[in-house]
């Protein structure tokens, strides 16, 4: 069973950048695809970005498009979230997630991380 395992959350100010990265175990991670999600205490759960399982396509929220990337390195088992122009609304635990993703670019996880705490102070 693959693990994943999130890591670079932590304090940073409203404007300030921070790059989030999501280590998964095994060998058939090149196979699936990534996505990462967030969720606030008595909220749902907010799909950030995804990307499939070259990296060659990636989908992301409104709410984080041109401020966040997504990008993976299949050698080194490994998802990557850049995150800049951090506002106070973007404090949220972070989650890693594979997935499956069909051809109009949805995208369905079925495995999280733990998650890691971003809090952004204004």
């Known amino acids: 069973q693959v693990q994943l395992v999130e890591s670079g959350g932590g304090l940073v100010q409203a404007g300030g950048s921070l790059t989030l990265s999501c280590a998964a175990s095994g060998r058939t991670f090149s196979r699936y695809a990534m996505g990462w999600f967030r969720q606030t205490p008595g909220k749902e759960r907010e799909f950030l970005a995804a990307i499939n399982w070259s990296g060659g396509s990636t989908y992301y929220a409104d709410s984080v498009k041109g401020r966040f990337t997504i990008s993976r390195d299949n050698a080194q088992n490994t998802v990557y979230l850049q995150m800049n122009s951090l506002k106070p609304e973007d404090t949220a635990v972070y989650y890693c997630?594979?997935?499956?993703?069909?051809?109009?670019?949805?995208?369905?996880?079925?495995?999280w991380g733990q998650g890691t705490q971003v809090t952004v102070s204004s």
């Open positions: 997630n594979k997935g499956r993703m069909d051809s109009s670019g949805s995208y369905y996880p079925d495995y």
